[in-house]
């Protein structure tokens, strides 16, 4: 016998010749090889009759795995076949074994050939005669056993049961992963089963050998790959393919058969399928395997009828059968969810009111789709045009399946709405979606019951509000009494003398206006009450009584009894002798009045004398009513009048009613001045434009605007302007309310009046005024500089100047402009300190054909100087001179001086109120109870106003002004009627 033993690193060296004869040992004592020991080495080998020893040998700390080595035997290096026929245990703190293996577990020597023997005969070479024969063995062998060994422990790093090394050297497979070919089953498990841990499918059927392990087929056995294991008509390679179970029938327990579910498209492995409705027929796919339809065909049968409501999917009816000779065939039946077997159960259901809608598909008879209405399908295929009557105030979804290519289209007489389309629901789309099929009614609903208004304990009489089911935007159309009276909203309050409401609606998306429904309102003798309560007013406009008729010397409203001569009580007649019919409760007679609260502001009384109240009020009895004080506000003092009658009952009985008025006392007190129309107002308006001014312009606009006090005491449109004069007219229809624009038309003077309310004719104010022609005055600014050229003023200076001229002289219809601006440098003028150096200055230029604006730095006791206006026209010293420092309106008191008006400011103007005698009539109007200016109005702080009297002042009035000379008050030249030019 001859064994190698071979170290792994030496294994290279063997297979070289050089290396053969140091590695090779032939019986003996084992031999160790020469290399230093690093690990598990085999270091030596012994040969005899009797076996075969092997020595091993390692260092001490080596792990040996599992205790144990496995011997490997291979007959030949190339190609090696190793097999691990041995197995030793081994004391690792050892260092080393010996391991005998006896002969008789050795393998056998292979089986040597025959030899092949050849047999010749010739002469011999010493006797020619003589011949000899020789037998030759041309290929005797000698039998022996040879081969190779390898040792190693027990390791097994990826856990399938072989260890590292026989996965190595016998089994070809990874030793760091455990199932080498992927195929479910361990390499471990592979080698027990008998199947190869390296070839994934071992029996090549197309099924993973640990598939079929794992469901309990033979991976061993190609033919039952066709098998169909479960009964479920797959076969097992398909279910392999698929992912279902070859062992079970229906793998995701749904209640389907995997095969049934394969087949019709569905999912095996998906059990919420069994509830989905894939062909919208109405029946789940697991109640289509139930009744052996086809869940992607709404009618299995054909008879037009939707599996989900037909009674029996796999046999034929007649859908236009109508067995209970209702009118309505079988199919609407089983649509309504009625029976065809109990006439008039349709009508009933649909007793409330219907509408005919009409279905027009494009789809063909060969469609599979389907048109869902609401939750009941309607098979595509079935017919093209199909009517069907929905409750009306309904809102029906539809859905159109499966349908590719289809339109559908919906109409109908009356009204329907569409809404959300999509797919081949919409204008010209095809093919799947949705909308909304709305057939919406109009309900009315009343506060009051329909029928009797003699309800007069409130306004409006009712109030109808309009609901469109089911809710929908669109617009709404009210009719009274024939007449249209609103559109837009849906509420609507009447009066009592209304006879008809009417309502109608276009909705939105419509395809046709929703017919008008009456409201069911009825005025029965509803002229009765509007005659009766016909002298009670809701607003009322009465004079505070404060005068003093009886000449006491006590205002008459202080005194609470008999008052002669009274003529400021209001008189009221709060019922008529109104009638209607012959009824009972439309006689006046039978119904009474009384006041039963009032405000504190307020009196009544049952004669004008202020005897006595009035008590119960009869028909044509008179109430007095005064007013104590003018009222705080528009709608602080009122009355309530309440009456006491009868009215008719639903059923026409007389019933007890009561109801009451509250009527609004506005209480003006003359004497106290509430309206007030001043000439000129030191107010503008939000444009700065001078309110109430004396004179307007020929073509110019003017703002005048009456005072009410206190405010709000009497609504704008009680308020009423005209003109006596066609030399201005009003503005756009401005003649209404507390502001009126005018508009110059001609030169000449004009008066404005304003009437307020039911005040007496005599009450009214006026304003007086005068439209102008226009005049444009040219100004030429000579701004001086000191001897450095620097400026008294900058131009934007002299600009702000004139516009607050311009401004100021709007009301005199004049107006100025810069035509031009030289800068002068003159120490001497920079600061005019006295009469001389001014008219050296004002004689600086002349004859421009404008005025002469000198800008200075300061002017010794003045803010501005004109030039004495006894100087001739055309003398150079005429002219004018602003300092730096000043008010903005000085240049504009200057330009007064220009035209001829004289400084109002060194005159007295004297104590006491303003009155006509200090104003003169052209600047007051009125009459004597207007209170024409504000009560307690001193004169002097009047006269403080004009122009002419200081610098920070804007009015010119129309007429002169009044100052005290000496003793007498004598007129003094601040106003448009005494200006001397307009064109200074």
Known sequence: MTFTFIQQDDLADYRSAAAAARTQATGGTPMRSPATLTGLSLTGIVCDTNGVTLSAAWPTNT????????????????????????????????????????????????????????????????????????????????????????????????????????????????????????????????????????????????????????????????????????????ANLLEYHIGTSPTNSDTDGDGMPDGWEYLHGLAPLDAADAEDDIDADGLTNLLEYIHAADPRNPDHDGDGLADGIDPQPNAGHDAFADDDGDGYPLWQELFYGTSDEVPGDVAQLLANGARTVTFTTSASSFSCGVLKIGSHPIPLGWRQVFSLNLPAGSSTPLTLNDAPGVSVSVSSSGCIVLTGSSGGLASGGTGDGTATLALPVITVLSDVPPGHCCHYHRDPCATYTAICTPPLNGTWRWMVDGWPAAEGTNRLEVGHDISSVHVGFDPDGGNAPLDMVSAGHVANCHHFLAELTFGVAVTNLIYANTDDDN????????????????????????????????????????????????????????????????????????????????????????????????????????????????????????????????????????????????????????LYRVEVVPPGLIPDGDIHWSCNSGSVSFYAGHNTGREAIVRGVSPGAFTLEVSVGDLPASYPPYIHGKVLEPTVTPIHVYIICDANGTPAVSTATVDAWVAEANRIYKQAAMS?????????????????????????????????????????????????????????????????????????????????????????????????????????????????????????????????????????????????????????????????????????
């Open 63 to 234: 792990v040996i795995a599992g205790d144990a080595l496995d011997i490997f035997f291979s007959r030949t290096l190339a190609p090696p076949a190793w097999t691990n026929r041995w197995w030793a245990a081994v004391e690792p703190a050892a260092g080393g074994v010996e391991i005998a293996i006896p002969r008789s577990e050795l393998p056998p020597a292979p089986e040597a050939p025959a030899p092949a023997c050849v047999t010749n005969t010739a002469p011999s070479a010493y006797d020619p005669s003589v011949t000899h024969t020789n037998i030759v063995c041309t290929n005797a062998v000698r039998q022996t056993i040879s081969g190779f060994f390898r040792l190693a422990d027990l390791a097994d790093s990826d856990g399938d049961g072989l260890t590292d090394a026989s996965e190595r050297l016998t089994y070809g497979t990874r030793s760091d992963l455990a199932d080498t070919d992927d195929d479910g089953l361990g390499d471990g498990a592979e080698v027990a089963l008998g199947t190869s841990p390296t070839n994934f499918d071992t029996d090549g059927d197309g099924m993973p050998d640990g598939w079929e392990y794992l469901h309990g087929l033979d991976p061993l056995n190609a033919t039952d790959a066709e098998d169909d294991t479960d009964w479920d008509t797959l």
């Open 551 to 702: 000449q006491n010397g006590q205002p008459d409203s202080t005194e609470h009894l008999y008052v002669m001569n009274e003529d400021d009580l209001s008189p009221v007649k709060p019922m008529s002798l109104a009638s209607c019919c012959a009824c009972g409760v439309h006689d006046a007679a039978n119904w009474t009045c009384r006041i039963t609260d009032k405000s504190g502001n307020l009196r009544d009384f049952g004669d004008p004398e202020k005897i006595s109240g009035p008590g119960t009020i009869r028909p044509n009895d008179m109430v007095f009513v005064e007013g104590l004080a003018s009222s705080t506000n528009r709608y602080a003092d009122w009355i309530d009048w309440r009456y006491d009658g009868e009215v008719l009952g639903p059923t026409g009985e007389p019933v007890a009613t009561n109801f009451t008025i509250h009527s609004v006392y506005t209480v003006i007190d003359l004497k106290t001045a509430p309206v007030r129309l001043e000439p000129v107002t030191t107010a503008t308006n939000s444009q700065g434009v001078i309110v109430n001014p004396a004179g307007v312009a020929v073509g110019g606009l003017a």
């Open 816 to 984: 100025f402009y810069v035509a031009g601006v030289q800068h002068v440098v003159s120490n001497d003028w920079f600061d005019i300190d006295n009469d001389d150096e001014f008219y050296q200055l004002c004689a600086y230029t002349s004859g421009t054909g404008g005025l002469e604006l000198y800008c200075v730095n300061s002017i010794v006791g003045a803010s501005g100087k004109h030039s004495d206006m006894n100087l001739t026209n055309g003398d150079p010293r005429r002219g004018m001179a602003v300092g730096a420092i000043v008010p903005l309106t000085t240049l504009a008191h200057e330009l007064g001086h220009a035209c001829g008006l004289v400084d109002m400011y060194k005159f007295d103007s004297g104590d006491g109120l303003v009155s006509e005698e200090k104003t003169g009539p052209p600047n007051w109007s009125g009459g004597s109870r207007t209170g024409y200016h504000a009560p307690g109005l001193a004169y002097r702080t009047l006269s403080y106003r004009s122009l002419m009297h200081q610098y920070n002042s804007t009015e010119i009035p129309l007429d002169a002004l009044t100052v005290m000379l000496g003793t007498n008050r004598e007129p003094i030249s601040v106003g448009i009627d005494q200006m001397a030019t307009r064109e200074p």
